[in-house]
């Protein structure tokens, strides 16, 4: 079992940047491959990133990739997500997610509770 708690969001101008954190508790933390996920207003969640157990190896969605960053700090049971350039579509409730097994895009079994990321043009 793991629970999962995002911090990080808010309001930022285009172009912007901003730091999302994703605590997890629980043991084995290097043993989940870690994603973050988004949502906005009438639309259905989407994969953003997502790293492996060592953070070695990372995945990006295209509208992100070269602007987003998924790292991992498995000593302190964490996962970040560094934001750059941020554009108005980034607007969203942000969602960090856990699983065991390699497929990075779904699957995932543990879910925080979100933080919402608002873009202004």
């Known amino acids: 079992q793991v629970q999962l708690v995002e911090s990080g969001g808010g309001l930022v101008q285009a172009g912007g940047s901003l730091r999302l954190s994703c605590a997890a508790s629980g043991r084995s933390f290097s043993d989940y491959v870690m994603g973050w996920f988004r949502q906005a207003p009438g639309k259905e969640r989407e994969f953003v990133a997502a790293?492996?157990?060592?953070?070695?190896?990372?995945y990006y969605s295209n509208s992100v990739k070269g602007r987003f960053t998924i790292s991992r700090d498995n000593a302190k049971n964490t996962v970040y997500l560094q934001m750059n350039s941020l554009k108005p579509d980034d607007t969203a409730v942000y969602y960090c997610?856990?699983?065991?097994?390699?497929?990075?895009?779904?699957?995932?079994?543990?879910w925080g509770q979100g933080t919402q990321v608002t873009v202004s043009s």
């Open positions: 790293a492996n157990w060592s953070g070695g190896i990372t």
């Open positions: 997610a856990a699983k065991r097994g390699a497929t990075p895009f779904s699957g995932y079994a543990y």
